[in-house]
Nanobody, 117 residues
Framework: VQLQASGGGLVQAGGSLRLSCVAP????????MAWYRQAPGKKREWVAR???????NVDDSVKGRFTISGDNAKSTVYLEMNSLKPEDTAVYYC????????????WGQGTLVTVSS
């Protein structure tokens, strides 16, 4: 299964970026799509998730700045990132998982977000 993540880049502090992740339709609709990030020298951490294409949740550290959403017709999940800070600099990974049978756990290739001060 291939998850196609895109949208990373270089942005100044206070700017915005939108990440996209395209998944196969059944993977998108019947599980959880999530974004994680890994900053240099740090562990990968969860950022946000959307389940069954509708129920959303974001980590407290980005709440109010990041929004996760999905386009069911395109099987695409988005991460809208506003008011970016240098500490948001990381490789952002798209993840698809399902914990009940049939289970799955897939990762995209990662997209680099760099926020300059």
């Amino acid at each position: 299964v291939q998850l196609q993540a895109s949208g990373g880049g270089l942005v100044q502090a206070g700017g915005s970026l939108r990440l996209s992740c395209v998944a196969p339709a059944n993977i998108y609709s019947f599980g959880t799509m999530a974004w994680y990030r890994q900053a240099p020298g740090k562990k990968r951490e969860w950022v946000a998730r959307i389940t069954f294409g509708s129920d959303t949740n974001v980590d407290d550290s980005v709440k109010g700045r990041f929004t996760i959403s999905g386009d069911n017709a395109k099987s695409t999940v988005y991460l809208e990132m506003n008011s970016l800070k240098p500490e948001d600099t990381a490789v952002y990974y798209c993840n698809a998982n399902r914990v009940v049978s049939p289970t799955w756990n897939y990762w995209g290739q990662g997209t680099l977000v760099t926020v300059s001060s």
